[in-house]
């Protein structure tokens, strides 16, 4: 119901368009020169006061209306069921919503639980018609006032404009603050982790294991919070991914620049991008059924040993998953070398070949290397194709052959399922993010500095 009173709300504002439009044109004698703006400002203008006091209202009721039914439904509850604790008192709200909702409850529901469910219904029905007339008359009375208010020295596009910036600047401030809430919110469980486990043992402990055992003479009874062995794994795997993905990804875009006809390059380039847009589970799928048995043959056949889930398999369809990343970005990059530098290459006699490499990589070289810290953020990051290809044990190896974890996977695992939030197992997964939130950061500022530079340089 929200949505087609959002479909509607639409529709009167692109009617608030044309007859605002058709204001403008009426006061202004048919003649555009008497007009202080064009005609789409004016119809513009109609348009934000039909849609945007609306539109407030709009998210400021269907945001406030839940919990407020809730309470009233609350309140009218039998006192046997208004006074059990909170958390049985929340199961009886789940089993009313999911009646209004028309799922399947895990019991027969007693009869004021289906009064309940009928009491709700009926405020929802009461909220949803009267946001339906308030939107209305809002939209209705925005309309009522631009037409009023058009007139030949209305400044329709200065006020737009002013709208329009309030909203960017909204825009920007929601994205800055949403930023800011998610690192701290980590920040404030790493903190709490840290109390339980000194900061030293996690940064620089050689040993992960979570889990609490059953035997207090185990050794993981107290539990194991080194993250040496995680980013050893993550670096391990995103080492193999960028021996893979860097050449060939390189490789292709100078070919691309510098060698491909531009037919070719026209079908070549897109289908080399396809490759970012398959989902990871999909590569996942490819490198647990296909990679990882066809590494593990072929090391038997020579007399190798390599785990059924190795950090190979992981680390070389990462890799592939990687090369649209490194070769569009280096593509643009060389092109984006002045092409004065090739003809002056060229008119000192050197070769396609020697231009390239006395000439192009030295001068896109700030942006190729911009470009690989940018894929090594992607790298590090991904968590799919780990997951499915290279395990969950968290060894401390640099053998490729074996198999590996890293700071994404481990993050899922501790978060999957019903978990305690006050326990140091549940904490680490912040502790993680946090460490791998700082380490991105780093590297994309790494990245964004050396671009900057090359722009500097050369535009």
Known sequence: MLFYLFLTLTLLSLSGYYLGRKRAFAVAGNHIRNLHSLPSYYGSYTALWCGLPALIVFAVWAALQPSIIIELVIADLPPELRELPSGRLDLVVNDIKNLVSGNIVSSSPDAAILAAAEHYRHLQFIGNVALWIMVLMMATAGVAYSWRTISPKLRARNRVEQVVNVLLIASSTVAIFTTVGIVLSVLFESVLFFGKVPITEFL????????????????????????????????????????????IGLMSALYLCE????????????????????????????????????IRDLGTAVGLHVASESALAAGLVMGIMIIPFVSSLSDDVINAVPQ????????????????????????????IVGSILLAVSRAIGETMIVVMAAGLSANLTANPLQAVTTVTVQIVT????DQEFDSAKTLAAFALGLVLFIVTLILNIIALTVVRKYREQYE
Not at 219 to 247: D, E, H, K, R, Y
Not at 262 to 285: D, M, N, Q
């Open 204 to 247: 620089f402990g050689l040993h992960w294991s979570p889990q609490t055992a059953i035997r207090a003479d185990q050794t993981g009874s107290s539990g194991a919070f080194g993250m040496i062995p995680l980013f050893t794994g993550t670096l391990l795997i995103s080492g193999i991914a960028m021996l893979v993905a860097v050449p």
């Open 414 to 417: 501790l978060l999957t399922g």
């Open 259 to 294: 060698y491909a006809g531009p037919k070719f390059r026209a079908s070549a380039k897109p289908a080399l991008e396809v490759l970012a847009g398959i989902p990871t589970v999909v590569y996942g799928f490819f490198a647990a059924l296909t990679v990882a048995p066809l």
């Open 340 to 367: 004065s530098m090739r003809d002056g290459s060229y008119a000192l006699g050197a070769t396609k070949s020697e231009t390239i490499k006395r000439v192009l990589l030295p001068a896109a070289l700030p942006g």
